[in-house]
């Protein structure tokens, strides 16, 4: 089931994908197929850090892909790195991403409060899109 609107909270090891409406939530989770591997930001001593799985987050944009209007949620790097891969691989679909959110490890409904409230202020302001 598709719907206009989808909020992925993501880490380096899982998506957490819904698609939402007012009263309805469809949950997709993806998971990292390299979960021992750590994603984070550039370290004191390098400037290098570990990338994301490309796979991984491909296929969190294929679960993402049915929704036109995206929130990207979580904590640390993860959101830059989907970003990221977006624009690399998939450029359609970086206008789709409408807002990002900086959230630790809330629950499932914090996720769908937080993309319903953040859709909700968007919808008074825009005209949505078919």
């Not at 914090?110 to 953040?118: D, G, M, N, T, W």
């Amino acid at each position: 089931m598709a719907h206009y609107h989808a909020v992925v909270w993501l880490d380096g090891h899982e998506a957490r994908v819904f698609h939402i409406t007012e009263t309805e939530a469809e949950k997709i989770t993806v998971r990292d197929r390299k979960p021992d591997r750590h994603v984070h930001g550039p370290s004191a001593r390098s400037r290098e850090h570990t990338h994301a799985d490309q796979d991984y987050l491909h296929k969190v944009v294929e679960a993402l892909a049915g929704a036109q209007e995206w929130l990207i949620v979580g904590p640390g790097e993860a959101k830059n790195e989907l970003i990221r891969h977006i624009e690399a691989h998939d450029p359609a679909f970086r206008s789709r991403i409408v807002g990002i959110e900086a959230a630790d490890h809330p629950s499932d409904g914090q996720v769908c409060a937080l993309a319903r409230k953040h859709f909700a202020k968007l919808d008074r302001t825009l005209p949505q899109k078919g």
